[in-house]
């Protein structure tokens, strides 16, 4: 059994994958919401053996040789576990949210680095290397998912409300009305 799992085609959002954010503790994390679709039996069943087996790993490492009745895992259902009239891209998936302390590496479906920030954005589609791990943090115990790497294999409609790149904003056939306020 491993806690490692690379998921199949998945979608992103709320992805901080080029500069960490703040948390409530003071840790700059790099983190990005899996949101995996219902009818990707294959990628839920490794993900839940793997919460599985970082159960049992926690069980002797974290917990003191018992499996927390609470035990919290980052699994959660998008009809159920978010507002639909929200977040309406949540219907229809299982969702997670994975964090790390280190800059996720991000390749394309080539497997080249991608460097330029917009191209990997809340909306895109691709895989993601996960690793599920027990934690023991200020009385909270259970299972969370680590973000390893990233690949992104196709664009999607940008979430959040912006468009992905500036260029898309902006159409080529402007003309300037103001050219003689120059002369």
Not at 90 to 99: I, K, P, Q, R, S
Not at 116 to 129: I, L, M
Request: hydrophobic share 30%.
């Amino acid at each position: 059994m491993s806690t490692k799992v690379v998921t199949k085609k998945v979608r992103f959002s709320f992805c901080h994958v080029w500069q960490p954010q703040e948390g409530d503790d003071g840790r700059k994390t790099y983190g990005v919401c899996v949101m995996i679709p219902k009818s990707d039996k294959e990628t839920v069943a490794k993900i839940k053996a793997a919460i599985e087996e970082a159960k049992q790993e926690g069980k002797t490492s974290k917990w003191g040789g018992k499996i927390p009745p609470n035990c919290k895992t980052p699994l959660r259902d998008g009809d159920t576990e978010r507002d639909l009239d929200i977040n309406p891209e949540f219907e229809g998936h299982w969702f997670l949210n994975a964090n790390s302390l280190r800059q996720p590496g991000i390749i394309d479906a080539d497997k080249e680095d991608i460097l330029d920030t917009t191209e990997f954005y809340s909306g895109c589609y691709g895989r993601a290397s996960l690793n599920f791990y027990a934690y023991d943090s200020k009385g909270s115990k259970g299972v969370a998912a680590g973000l390893n790497n990233l690949q992104k294999l196709s664009d999607g409609p940008a979430l959040g409300g912006g468009a992905s790149r500036a260029e898309d904003d902006f159409n080529d056939d402007f003309e300037d009305e103001d050219d003689d306020l120059l002369d």
